[in-house]
């Protein structure tokens, strides 16, 4: 990817986009999440962090990592559903350019467990042969 990660991740957990308004949506967050990333598989096209906030609506998540930021400025704004098992899980597609200057498709799902603040992203990336990898997420609650 064409994204220096430390930079991202930098500018990622700054109070501007931490303090993001939530004011343009309907539904007010009811929780925000901040997990750490420990990545697997190759090509860096997993970020390292995250910012999950659940609205109050009981069915949407906002999902904020560098990866977003870089391309969209803006949360990405998805629904989730709960899973039997206690996890919520929720996708969402972006089109990333790699260093190359070629944009691929990428498809990224969470897992996430609200009881133990974990779980476990998955991505997987048109036209890259062994494009799947992914990380197991840490969380943290964050102030509101």
């Not at 929780?31 to 697997?40: A, E, G, S, V, W």
């Not at 096209?45 to 400025?73: A, M, N, Q, S």
Request: with cysteine.
């Amino acid at each position: 990817m064409n994204i220096n990660r430390r930079s991202a991740a930098l500018a990622f957990c700054g109070a501007a986009i931490l303090s993001l308004p939530n004011a343009a949506f309907a539904a007010q967050p009811v929780q925000k999440y901040l997990c750490d990333i420990r990545t697997y598989g190759q090509g860096g096209w997993v970020p390292e962090e995250t910012l999950l906030t659940f609205l109050d609506d009981g069915k949407t998540v906002e999902v904020l990592d560098p990866f977003i930021w870089h391309v969209e400025r803006e949360a990405v704004v998805t629904s989730y559903k709960a899973l039997k098992n206690g996890k919520k899980r929720f996708s969402w597609d972006m089109t990333l350019p790699a260093q190359s200057g070629v944009k691929y498709q990428a498809t990224y799902r969470i897992d996430f467990t609200e009881a133990d603040l974990s779980g476990r992203i998955k991505a997987n990336i048109s036209g890259i042969r062994n494009g799947r990898m992914g990380g197991l997420l840490k969380c943290r609650k964050e102030p509101e």
